[in-house]
């Protein structure tokens, strides 16, 4: 991250330009400038590429953006970011939570800040959570995304927030690659409720899931793992709501903060 917050500062104060000066030359603003300086936040791709071409750097930015998008994840991330994007098929579980592959900015960032972190290490986190959105949902061929949520996930936030975030989630449903399930409180007590895991098929039949815990997250690729996971996942298919009333119950859950 230091080697793009020294580039960008190096090539603007050559240019004898101040961070406004530079930001409305390549059509972003000023603070996004001051965020890559300092270390907050990481130029997406064609904002690395439009500050490499008005610097005439050839592509030394973009480089520097690469290296410091790779350093933004947690170490124990990175396995798991690399099955996302060369997954075909995601099925992800979450009991409490909202998956982050359809996390809104905002909800993320009281997710964040729920952990008493500090600002820089919520933005850092942000940035990875836009990264991976960018390099899975958002990408032109994306993998298809099956996604199952418990109802509790739908009631917890600030009622701004959540409003925001329910809509997303019935936006991203309406895409053809997105599926979204709810399993309703009446299911009672079940095995899902032991945690939240992801499963991802990747080329060649071949298959990773991952794990959260208070710590940090684990990547599973051991047979007998893997088979337990898609036992738990049999559970909650089974327990979860069809889609169209999964959909009526998100717009319940919107309505309600109306």
């Given amino acids: 991250m230091n080697e793009l917050r020294e580039v960008l500062r190096r090539h603007r104060v050559a240019r004898r330009m101040t961070q406004a000066q530079l930001g409305r030359a390549i059509k972003v ?10 270390g ?21 930015i973009q480089e520097a953006a690469v290296s410091a998008k ?12 690399e099955h996302e994007e060369r997954a075909t098929l995601l099925r992800w579980w979450e009991p409490l939570l909202l998956p ?14 729920g952990g008493w972190l500090s600002d820089e290490v919520v933005d850092r986190g942000i940035q990875v959570r836009r990264d991976r959105q960018a ?16 109802e509790f996930a739908l009631l917890a936030g600030p009622p701004e927030v959540r409003h925001e975030q329910v809509k997303h989630l019935l936006d991203m449903s309406q895409r053809p690659t997105v599926q979204v399930l709810v399993v309703p409180r009446s299911a009672g007590l079940h095995a899902g409720l032991a ?11 071949r298959r990773a899931g991952y794990v959260d815990d208070q710590l940090q997250g684990r990547v599973v690729t051991d047979g007998g793992d893997l088979d337990q996971l898609e036992i738990s996942w049999e559970i909650v298919s089974g327990l979860a709501l069809p889609v169209q009333p ?13």
């Fill in 29 to 38: 603003s000023a603070s996004l400038i001051a965020g890559i300086e300092q």
């Fill in 40 to 60: 907050r936040f990481i130029p997406r791709p064609e904002t690395a590429a439009a500050l490499d071409e008005f610097f005439g750097t050839e592509e030394e």
């Fill in 70 to 81: 790779k350093d933004a994840r947690p170490p124990w991330l990175r396995p798991w970011t």
């Fill in 100 to 113: 982050g592959l359809l996390q809104t900015e905002e909800y993320a960032r009281a997710v964040l800040r």
């Fill in 135 to 150: 390099a899975t949902v958002d990408r032109p061929s994306p993998p298809r995304l099956s996604v199952i949520i418990g």
């Fill in 195 to 205: 945690g939240a895991f992801v499963l991802a098929t990747l080329p060649a039949s």
């Fill in 246 to 258: 999964s959909r009526e119950l998100l717009q319940r859950a919107m309505n309600d903060d109306d």
